[in-house]
């Protein structure tokens, strides 16, 4: 290899020499690559692919002409607008829009006007049937319509001629053309000659230019017009017009002027444009043969459009240029890895195999030692002395100087993908089986103790620590002379990790497949979908001059300012304002690959580059083209249930029934937003207020339906942001009224009510009527009861109480015949007192089976007289204390059964155990409740020694308990004997 280094010194010479030759300026006539070209055909649902004009509408919306349609475009789908019957005689041959917002459709049909939904019809107003050659809007607001041999005005749907062709001196041929002044005279292309007419005069005031030329004249009246003939082109400069350079001769159709002094020119074989002095052919790559271009406009958005006679056309300003890579198959055109020098050079491994050296205007290759010929390489590190590392796809890595070229040895590599170094020789090489060291002394790769997993990204901070991202073990971060540190996944985009940056203000960003992660200091923060991003596959990094972060993604590249993206991570702002870029903008596909390098602290910022599968763009950071306004927005369909209603605000076009039939209350909701650049990346929130509640998160999908919605009023209200992200500020709304079922009405409710009113009054009356006849019954059954407790009391009373009575009589005779017997009399006596017992005992029974004592007053006179009768013949004396107005209330038997009792039981113990001289009994009633008091003066005893010795206190509680009634004990040794006995009555 002795000739190898001057080979590649030779080699690399040339390449950076050959920067002028790549980039030299196109020749006149060469073809304009400057724009990007979109067709749509009948493929794309087009109704009729042969065109004939076409205007962008006050509300966004494109309009075309075709042969014999007039279509409106939103840019997904074309709506037909059928015409009047007039349309029905020939082709239409133009379309122009009047400052009022009206579409005029002509050709040999006449001319038709449609606005707001409706048509005017020529014939109907003045202009009689004939081909209409043109039409314009002069400064009064007339429109002024061109036929062949006469020249109509318009105001207010009516048409009067106001020029015959034939008043034209030496030009009896017909009207060609017909453009608006900025004086407010008109521009008059009638035969071969070009005039200038006042309105109101009788002639024009004479001709502009000797030139013969078929002329044709622009229509727009915002900018000075323009004259093209087949071979020169006249532009107006107030009084004097200004003679153009000449092109190649052209059969022009249509001309259109633009703000920065570009000419476009549409003529049967395409368009060419004219800028800087030079015309230049656009190559429109609709179909292998020649297009014939008819009309052109440009819309808010600064998209070119183009009516052909084979579809629609739409030119872009490209943002990103492709760069010219060598040749090479269709698979295999693009870079896979590139290194890029602050001076704007790139050094850059083809995916053919090969390396390439260039700038942005295009790479040529390198020749390559025979090793290394055919070799892909993934990754490339230049050190500062020039030496160029490469690393194959394959395996291998190679280092190239201006001395020799040599192979690292040691472990095998497999597939190197990263090469990180401090601009010295480099440290660390990522591979498929992991990371590895660089020894460049002993120019060998050593093995670590590293996981097996393919490392995809390494970033070497100038603090010493290696960033390193993994394909499915997330990021680990490497300091010299520490172990690696794999960081927690909450942190990362995904397991995933593909590209690492850190940028001028020291915040670090890692991409990778589910987002973008921003570390500063310990904040740390991930940024997806929901927050804005239109791609989460992160795959590069870069940063501007500007402080605004490029990422190439999946789907494009996105480019994000920081402070949007410090204010979404501090929770100031929800969402992210994101400008997209794709094919729309000149990039080849849609899919970056990243593989981007660069010296460490030099990264490039004016000028970005982004490798693609199949190409390699650039873009100048500095020169972008404004971000486009915010798109329409406009709610374009309403689905209302047979239970909902349209607000008064929404209009009747707008509203219209539900399909579904069993979904009474569901409403369908379909909104747009006007994007003629890229549609597909527009992207909407919405909201429904009322009685639910709903918020959308960021969607591409343009309608929306809700099902079961309860009774009452709703508001939708949505809002969408462009590709550049730029939210509509206001936004479309839509409002409705969900009606109730009749069972949900006011007046159900109330019909309910009140017959749920009615039915409990009626219940209670039959409840109510059978409480009344169960009392009836009871209170005829205790009358019963009480009849038959009176009979068997007075059966009691005269057979068994007469009995005992008449033996009591006996017995006291028999005492007196018993004599001086004293054996016999004592019997007797004891006989004759065991009746008098028995009679007082058979007192008491009929007393209580005796209905007519069932009173709280006979209670308390039987207890007062018992107490009496009882302790009559012993040495107590017994005092009874009653109140005066006993009330006679109703008693319980069984309840006055037990007081009477128990009240028995306590006189009895004062007899038998107190050696009382005086018992006091008093009866009380108050609240309902009957207390009944046996207090003595007797010796008294100690309570707790009586409960749990003595019978006839349990006796008397539990007989009271039974009733509902309680026992109260007070007593003490010396000082007497307290009883109260209480029951409620």
């Not at 055919?374 to 100087?401: H, K, P, V």
């Amino acid at each position: 290899m002795k000739g190898l280094p001057l080979m590649l010194g030779f080699c690399l010479a040339v390449c950076a020499a050959a920067g002028g030759v790549t980039g030299a300026h196109d020749a006149e006539g060469e073809p304009c690559d400057d724009y990007t070209v979109r067709c749509w055909t009948l493929d794309d649902g087009l109704p009729d692919s042969r065109l004939c004009g076409v205007a962008q509408s006050a509300d966004g919306y494109l309009w075309l002409a075709t042969a014999h349609d007039l279509v409106r475009f939103d840019g997904l789908r074309f709506t037909t607008v059928a015409l009047p019957p007039q349309s029905f005689v020939g082709d239409n041959e133009g379309l122009f829009q009047d400052s009022r917002g009206g579409l005029w459709v002509y050709g040999f049909l006449g001319a038709v006007r449609y606005a707001e939904g409706g048509w005017w019809q020529s014939e109907e107003a003045g202009l009689p049937r004939g081909r209409v050659r043109a039409v314009t809007e002069g400064a009064d607001g007339r429109v002024y319509i061109a036929q062949e041999r006469a020249l109509f005005a318009w105001r207010e749907g009516v048409a009067r001629r106001v020029l015959e062709s034939a008043s034209i001196p030496e030009q009896p041929q017909p009207f060609r053309s017909l453009a608006r002044m900025p004086d407010g005279t008109l521009l008059l292309a009638v035969g071969d000659g070009l005039y200038r007419w006042r309105p109101g005069e009788a002639s024009p005031t004479g001709r502009v230019t000797d030139i013969r030329a078929e002329w044709v004249l622009s229509a727009d009246a915002r900018r000075p017009p323009l004259a093209h003939g087949s071979f020169v082109c006249l532009r107006s400069g107030g009084d004097a017009w200004e003679r153009l350079p000449e092109g190649r001769i052209v059969s022009a159709r249509c001309v259109l002027p633009q703000g920065d002094g570009a000419l476009w020119v549409g003529h049967d074989a395409g368009a060419v444009l004219f800028r800087d002095g030079v015309w230049r052919d656009v190559a429109l790559n609709l179909q292998n043969s020649p297009v014939q271009v008819t009309a052109m406009t440009e819309d808010t958005e600064g998209n070119l459009w183009l009516a052909t006679r084979a579809g629609l056309v739409r030119l872009r300003r490209r943002v990103f240029s492709e760069v010219p890579l060598p040749a090479a198959t269709s698979e295999q055109a693009g870079v896979s890895v590139l290194w890029v020098e602050s001076d704007g050079h790139a050094w850059a491994g083809l995916r053919a195999g090969g390396l390439a050296f260039g700038d942005s205007r295009g790479l040529r290759r390198l020749a390559l030692p025979r090793e290394m010929e055919g070799a892909a390489f993934s990754a490339l590190y230049r050190q500062f002395d020039g030496t160029l590392w490469c690393g194959g796809a394959a395996g291998g890595l190679w280092a190239m100087s201006s001395q020799e070229v040599w192979r690292a040895e040691g472990v095998y590599t497999d597939s190197v993908r990263a090469i990180a170094g401090r601009g010295g020789p480099p440290s660390w090489v990522a591979s498929s089986r992991g990371l590895l060291s660089v020894n460049a002394e002993r120019r060998s790769l050593e093995e670590l103790a590293w996981p097996t997993d393919p490392v995809l990204v390494l970033f070497l901070d100038r603090d010493g620590f290696l960033w390193v991202g993994h394909e499915s073990l997330g990021l680990a971060a490497l300091r010299s002379g520490a172990r690696d540190e794999f960081q927690p996944e909450a942190f990362l985009p995904g397991a995933t990790v593909r590209a690492i940056y850190r940028d001028s203000e020291g915040v670090l960003w890692i991409g990778g497949l589910a987002g973008l992660a921003r570390w500063q200091e310990s904040e740390r923060f991930v940024f997806r979908r929901a927050h804005g991003l239109w791609n989460e596959s992160v795959r590069q990094i870069a940063e501007d001059a500007s402080g605004c972060l490029w990422l190439g993604t999946a789907d494009g590249v996105m480019r994000i300012e920081k402070r949007e993206l410090d204010a979404v991570a501090a929770g100031r702002k929800p969402l992210l304002g994101v400008r997209t870029f794709g094919v729309e903008a000149g990039l080849s596909e849609e899919a970056c690959t990243g593989g981007v390098c660069f010296p460490q602290g030099e990264p490039p910022r004016d000028r970005l580059w982004f490798p693609m599968r199949s190409g390699l763009v650039t873009v100048g950071t500095r020169a972008l083209p404004a971000a486009r306004p915010a798109p329409e927005v406009r709610v374009c369909g309403l689905a209302l249930g047979r239970l909902a209603t349209r607000s008064a605000s929404v209009p009747a076009a707008v509203g219209a029934a539900l399909a579904d039939a069993d979904s009474p209350r569901d409403v369908c909701v379909e909104y747009a937003a006007v994007d003629l650049t890229v549609p597909e990346r527009v992207r909407f929130l919405y909201e429904l207020s009322g009685p639910v509640s709903q918020r959308s998160g960021l969607t591409c999908e343009r309608s929306v339906r809700f099902s079961r919605l309860p009774p009452g009023d709703y508001t939708f209200r949505v809002t969408a942001c462009n590709g550049d992200g730029v939210w509509h500020p206001a936004g479309a709304t839509a409002a409705w009224r969900i009606r109730p079922f009749f069972w949900e009405t006011s007046a159900f409710r109330y019909g309910c009510l009140l017959l749920g009113g009615a039915a409990l009054v009626l219940a209670a009356r039959v409840v109510e009527r059978r409480r009344v006849a169960r009392r009836l019954a009871a209170a005829e059954r205790a009358e019963a009861l009480s009849a038959e407790r009176a009979r068997i009391a007075r059966d009691l009373h005269d057979e068994i109480g007469a009995k005992l009575t008449r033996l009591s009589l006996i017995g006291a005779m028999a005492v007196e015949d018993a004599g001086g017997d004293e054996a016999l009399r004592r019997e007797i006596e004891e006989m004759a007192g065991t009746a008098r017992e028995t009679h007082r005992a058979f007192d008491e029974i009929v007393w209580s089976v005796s209905p007519r004592n069932d009173t709280v007053r006979s209670l308390s006179h039987y207890i007062c007289k018992y107490a009496e009768e009882f302790f009559a013949g012993s040495p107590v004396r017994c005092l009874c204390r009653l109140p005066d107005d006993m009330p006679d209330l109703t008693l319980d038997p069984l309840c006055r059964h037990a007081m009477f009792l128990s009240v028995k039981e306590g006189l009895n113990n004062v007899l038998r155990h107190a050696g009382a001289g005086q018992v006091t009994v008093s009866v009380r009633l108050a609240d309902r409740r009957l207390r009944v008091g046996v207090e003595d003066d007797g010796c008294g005893f100690e309570p707790a020694e009586v409960v749990e010795k003595g019978e006839g206190l349990r006796n008397m509680r539990e007989r009271l308990r039974s009733v509902g009634g309680e026992v109260t004990l007070v007593s003490s040794p010396g000082s007497g004997t307290r009883l109260t006995f209480e029951m409620s009555v």
